[in-house]
């Protein structure tokens, strides 16, 4: 038996007749005044984590394997994203199925205190690197959707390498003071779980409850929402310029509908990530400050064992979202896995395309998959490679005088903007031919061939020439004939 002072979680109660002290391991006394609980409730824990741990151990699984075996796949920024499933696969398989499901089923925690004390140090490492994954994740979707030209310069492999490191370094900091006096793990709500001690009111205890939720819990929430907010604004100020972009260039075949749907789809997740998140977690967060500065009566065992399985929840949400909503990963795994895509089939990767009629001829300018739309891969850039296509000299001329005549038709009040380029830009041959550079613009779905149209006459010196010994000839004939 442990003896120490009144105020410290370790002291065990022995004159009481509660079901607890026939346990051989410490149960806290504040849970002692409240009845037993059902037998209902122990059979939908373990049932429910049942489900959520298998179902997050096999999802998880699924983006290691997909996020690792597939080149397509293997960018930094997914780096973050197997991190996270390392962190979630973990923690669904040690504090999930099959640990937890097996001691509500047994009503009691059946591993004794060491495992107990393991259990709680693992749940406190990969639950804190997944919230703090989360945070890394935004900060890189961040720098991507608002600084896309950068975003391959800034978010190297080992810039990201390092960020894993600091999530690491931070999630086992937060982690191990409880096994140095700064709190303890003990069981908690049904008895069948082992987490930090949220009960004990002693000063070191509180210090770090406060140093946890602030560090631990908020400060990643803010970051999250911080980075969110940014997303949404740089979204809603690409689609204005997007819209502007084709006014000015009168593009017939702008689809402004599927841009608009991309956008709210973007939208969408991040506020669906948002949610989840403090779903998860602010309940489980709330309880335990409720311990510790408000009333202990509202603390029941059902009261903190609901945030619990909340918690957990989360390791089998975060790959559904993230991952199944990647669509490089949704053809990944549909091409080596297809029997999870049963149900719901890869879609084709938006893309937002802006055309154009050039004298009838349509030239695609670009097709640009959007860094946004595809969240979780922004290392694509753009490279400027001397592809040089030869086009005739008089078909362009006819182009270029064809291309005015429309766009002044279709809007009288349009003002066609002329475009000047540098000396040399334009190399003719001699031949009436002249080179017109290529711009490749690779995304994450391939590359795409701009060819972009200078809107200048080019006059081949050549031919000048010729024509000015055309007309000495002329005028010397004139002259002889005159004399």
């Known amino acids: 038996m442990i003896t120490m002072s009144p105020e410290h979680v370790t002291e065990r109660v022995t004159n009481t007749t509660h079901l607890y002290d026939t346990y051989d391991f410490f149960i806290h006394p504040h849970w002692k005044q409240f009845p037993p609980v059902s037998d209902f409730w122990f059979y939908f824990v373990g049932i429910y984590i049942g489900i959520v741990g298998i179902t997050g151990v096999v999802g998880n699984i ?33 504090n999930g199925f099959p640990l937890k499901s097996i001691s509500a089923f047994s009503k009691k925690w059946v591993f004794g205190m060491v495992a107990c004390e393991l259990y709680g140090l693992i749940g406190g490492i990969f639950g804190f690197m997944s919230i703090s994954t989360l945070a890394a994740i935004s900060i890189d979707r961040f720098i ?93 100020a690409h689609g204005k310029e997007m819209t502007r972009m084709a006014d000015k260039l009168n593009a017939e075949e ?112 670009s097709s640009v998959t959007s860094c946004a739309t595809n969240m979780s891969d922004c290392q694509g850039g753009i490279q400027m490679q001397p592809t040089p296509t030869t086009v005739n000299h008089g078909d362009l001329v006819k182009d270029l005088v064809g291309a005015l005549v429309n766009m002044a038709t279709q809007n009288a009040n349009h003002v066609v903007q002329p475009v000047y380029l540098p000396n040399g830009v334009l190399h003719s041959n001699g031949t009436g031919i002249i080179t017109v550079p290529q711009v490749n613009v690779i995304s994450g779905q391939g590359h795409q061939n701009a060819a972009f149209v200078p809107e200048v006459e080019t006059v081949d010196t050549g031919k000048v020439n010729t024509d000015k010994e055309k007309e000495n000839d002329n005028v010397t004939s004139k002259d002889a004939v005159k004399v």
């Open 62 to 94: 699924l983006v290691i394997w997909m996020f690792t075996t597939n080149k397509k796949l293997k960018t930094p920024s997914n780096m973050l994203i197997v991190n996270l499933a390392l962190s979630d696969l973990t923690f669904s398989a040690v």
């Open 144 to 236: 991507c959707i608002t600084k896309p030209l950068q975003a391959a310069r800034i978010m190297t492999r080992k810039k990201a390498f390092i960020m894993i490191v600091v999530v690491w370094t931070w999630s086992v900091f937060w982690s191990i003071p409880p096994l140095f006096g700064f709190g303890a793990y003990i069981p908690e709500g049904f008895q069948t779980s082992c987490t930090f001690d949220y009960i004990t009111k002693s000063t070191s205890n509180r210090i770090f409850i406060i140093g946890m939720y602030v560090f631990g819990f908020l400060m990643p929430c803010l970051i999250i929402i911080g980075c969110y907010i940014q997303i949404l604004k740089a979204i809603k």
């Open 254 to 365: 702008a689809d402004k509908s599927k841009k608009a749907k991309a956008e709210m789809k973007i939208a969408k997740i991040a506020l669906m990530l948002i949610s989840l998140f403090i779903l998860s977690w602010s309940p489980y967060a709330t309880i335990a400050l409720i311990a510790q500065f408000g009333s202990p009566d509202f603390v029941t065992p059902l009261m903190s064992e609901l945030p619990v399985l909340l918690a957990k929840t989360s390791a089998m949400h975060n790959p559904l979202v993230y991952a199944l909503s990647h669509p490089r990963f949704r053809a990944a795994l549909a091409e080596k896995a297809p029997c999870f895509m049963v149900c719901c089939p890869p879609e084709k990767t938006p893309t937002s395309t802006l055309s154009r009629h050039v004298a009838g001829r349509t030239a695609s300018q």
